[in-house]
């Protein structure tokens, strides 16, 4: 199991904010050389940081694992025949309580790329 390196960089205590960088043992780069993300503590019932970190994990592993696939993809694809491919698929739907809110479901996110 890969670890992940979490690195609080700022904190805006007025905006209950916090700037936090990334990075896996398997990262190109070094964490400090990736963007921060900021995260609205106030989308999470935390009351530490241990809280705060427990409660992020789960996302920054999702973004740190997508972020790492596609530094180190696995394998190379091969694109050559993709030229000119043409499909037809059914629209993806939403499920339906994402309707009922103001914005749907795969959009909602509580933090803001800096």
């Known amino acids: 199991m890969s670890k992940i390196n979490i690195k609080i960089v700022e904190v805006d205590q007025e905006n209950h904010t916090v700037l936090v960088k990334y990075a896996s043992e398997t990262s190109a780069k070094n964490i400090d050389e990736y963007p921060a993300v900021a995260f609205q503590v106030t989308n999470y019932n935390v009351s530490s940081i241990e809280q705060f970190i427990e409660a992020i994990r789960p996302q920054v592993s999702l973004y740190v694992w997508q972020r790492d ?37 795969v959009q909602q996110n509580p933090e803001v790329t800096v």
Do not use: C, F, I
């Not at 180190?72 to 009922?100: C, I, M």
């Open 69 to 105: 696939q596609a530094e180190n993809p696995p394998t190379p694809v091969d694109l050559s025949g993709w030229h000119g491919h043409d499909v037809e698929v059914e629209a993806y739907t939403l499920a339906e309580a994402s309707l009922d809110s103001q914005q749907p479901a």
